[in-house]
């Protein structure tokens, strides 16, 4: 999956938004201004992506392609290869478990008034 196709996923999101807080170096994709995934653009074929902790441990043994976050939270951040083995469906898929994972911390109050966020499902690729 190459940067173009993944920031074009990330925004079709309902309510996501992008900058560069951290620099030049990388591209953020927020919900309601929370970080739900990452992407540096020196190293364009990693993304960082919040993960239940479980499923992160999860999805580190099933995978090569997927290892804790560097410079993230790593009980919660994971960080896929966008080169090799994973397919783009499975990219795919834990970006939006990413994007939920933020949207269920969101306040009861922001997430009645944005029913577009509850749109956005996701199942599990193992």
């Known amino acids: 999956m190459d940067i173009e196709s993944l920031r074009e996923f990330c925004l079709s999101l309902p309510h996501v938004t992008e900058d560069m807080a951290f620099g030049e170096d990388y591209l953020l994709f927020r919900v309601c201004d929370k970080i739900f995934a990452c992407c540096g653009l020196t190293r364009q074929n990693y993304l960082a992506v919040?993960?239940?902790?479980?499923?992160?441990?999860?999805?580190?043994?099933?995978?090569?392609?997927?290892?804790?976050?560097?410079?993230?939270?790593?009980?919660?951040?994971?960080?896929?290869?966008?080169?090799?083995?994973?397919?783009?469906?499975?990219?795919k898929e834990l970006i939006r478990h990413s994007y939920a994972q933020i949207v269920a911390k969101?306040?009861?109050?922001?997430?009645?008034?944005?029913?577009?966020?509850?749109?956005?499902?996701?199942?599990?690729?193992?």
């Not at 499923?55 to 997927?66: C, D, K, M, T």
């Not at 969101?106 to 193992?126: F, G, W």
């Open 50 to 91: 919040k993960c239940n902790p479980e499923y992160a441990i999860e999805l580190r043994e099933h995978f090569s392609g997927i290892e804790p976050a560097w410079h993230w939270n790593k009980k919660y951040w994971n960080q896929l290869s966008l080169t090799g083995e994973l397919r783009e469906e499975v990219i």
């Open 106 to 126: 969101l306040p009861s109050k922001i997430r009645l008034a944005m029913p577009a966020l509850l749109s956005v499902t996701h199942t599990r690729v193992i």
